[in-house]
């Protein structure tokens, strides 16, 4: 894999900026696995992980994958960024020494030892390292990476925590990954199908069930553009992510082109379109920009342009309902009192629902079982006609439920005081 990957740099003639080494940071908290701002949840995550913890700028260190993004959506204000992987030039004799050295040993930690160097260097008995992005072990691609960073910091005394996460439960019959959640100082589950997993595979130990940080995210209200009105438009968010776990080739727009022709038809509420994930390579703008496209010359459809995620909470929360495909849209319609259909693809979905109203079914509809063309509309028509009690739950379940997620802070209280 690696191999590939300092191959690849060759061939595509990507090119790498080297990194002055970096000297260790004194902040007690180091955030990574930050994937970047233009992934609004994972900006999220980081601002609402501030709250939680009562952070401020000084005490904590974000490792990020994507530095421009996050000065761009103002996280340098929240906190100090860093880079999370050190680079070298294409060609360069680092470059060339990691691929000679790698060839010779077939040893990948070579190659990560490299590239997180910036990271390790803070590690130590003064720091609690949290790994941030809360989906991270719902997918194999990064794994090997988060599990080198765990036993490292593990090694040198660094307290870790896997910080309001969701895990997919087959990779739990993967020893190593089982050894690896073992060695976490904390484990913070944000939803109890998780919690119930994590238990189930004998990770017991330091594991706690917390609502996603997010649900105390803070929230801008910016002026509402032409074609919102208020508490009657209808939110929709859909991911190219999603179409990857579709069953059947091309269902998941087919889908919501219907659905949207049906709520022209059969309704008189608005729809925006809801971006909350904006990277060039996974944009929420181009299945929404061609829904907007094909039925703009109704005008009742607006697209909502790229805002950051207290912005979009804001948006989010003006509406009458909401169907999304990103978990941190709907925790932002959730903890706002929306009522939501969630069309998922995994266990973070099920399991924040779930934990919320008892039940997924009706607030879940997994994107794997879109096979015919009115499975939406045949969702959102249960949403809209329980949309009262709905939001009756919601503004009744709330306040508690959102008052749980800062008690996640006592933990880290612990592991502070531990030290």
Not at 62 to 75: I, P, R
Not at 288 to 308: S, Y
Not at 325 to 335: G, N
Request: hydrophobic share 40%; net charge neutral; aromatic share 10%.
């Amino acid at each position: 894999m690696i191999y590939l990957e300092l191959i690849q740099a060759i061939m595509t003639k990507k090119v790498y900026i080297k990194s002055k080494d970096m000297e260790a940071v004194m902040n007690n908290f180091l955030f990574y696995a930050h994937g970047g701002s233009k992934n609004h949840g994972c900006e999220a995550l980081v601002r609402s992980t501030c709250k939680v913890l009562k952070l401020d700028k000084q005490d904590v260190a974000l490792f990020s994958m994507e530095e421009t993004e996050d000065y761009k959506y103002g996280l340098n204000n929240i906190c100090e960024i860093q880079p999370h992987n050190a680079e070298f030039k294409r060609f360069s004799p680092t470059h060339l020494w990691l691929l000679l050295k790698y060839l010779i040993t077939k040893n990948k930690e070579i190659y990560f030892e490299f590239t997180y160097k910036n990271i390790i260097k803070n590690f130590g008995n003064n720091a609690i390292a949290l790994s941030i992005g809360g989906d991270n072990y719902c997918y194999d691609s990064f794994i090997e990476r988060l599990i080198f960073l765990n036993r490292t910091a593990r090694k040198r005394g660094t307290k870790t925590v896997l910080w309001g996460c969701s895990v997919e439960p087959n990779l739990l019959e993967n020893p190593e990954i089982v050894e690896d959640l073992k060695r976490y100082s904390l484990i913070n589950a944000r939803e109890s199908l998780t919690y119930n997993e994590l238990i189930k595979a004998g990770i017991t130990k330091n594991t706690k069930l917390y609502p996603d940080p997010a649900f105390q995210l803070d929230m801008v209200e910016l002026p509402l553009p032409e074609g919102f009105v208020e508490g009657k438009t209808i939110g929709i968010n859909v991911s190219p992510l999603i179409a990857e776990y579709e069953k059947v080739k091309g269902s998941t727009m087919k889908n919501y082109d219907t659905l949207l022709q049906y709520i022209i038809d059969n309704t008189d509420l608005q729809i925006a379109l809801v971006p909350h994930v904006v990277w060039d390579n996974n944009n929420d703008l181009t299945p929404l920009t061609k829904l907007f496209e094909k039925f703009k010359h109704t005008g009742r459809v607006i697209l909502l342009g790229d805002n950051n995620c207290m912005e979009l909470k804001g948006f989010i929360s003006r509406l009458r309902m909401l169907i999304a495909a990103r978990t941190h849209a709907t925790v932002a319609a959730y903890s706002t009192c929306v009522p939501t259909l969630v069309v998922g693809y995994s266990i973070k979905a099920k399991g924040i629902a779930n934990d919320i109203f008892g039940t997924y079914e009706n607030y879940v509809i997994p994107v794997q079982t879109l096979a015919n063309e009115d499975d939406l509309i045949n969702a959102f028509k249960w949403l809209y006609n329980n949309e009262d009690s709905i939001r009756k739950h919601l503004q009744d379940f709330m306040p508690a439920y959102k008052a749980k997620s800062l008690d996640a802070s006592k933990e880290i209280q612990n592991l502070v005081q531990e030290k």
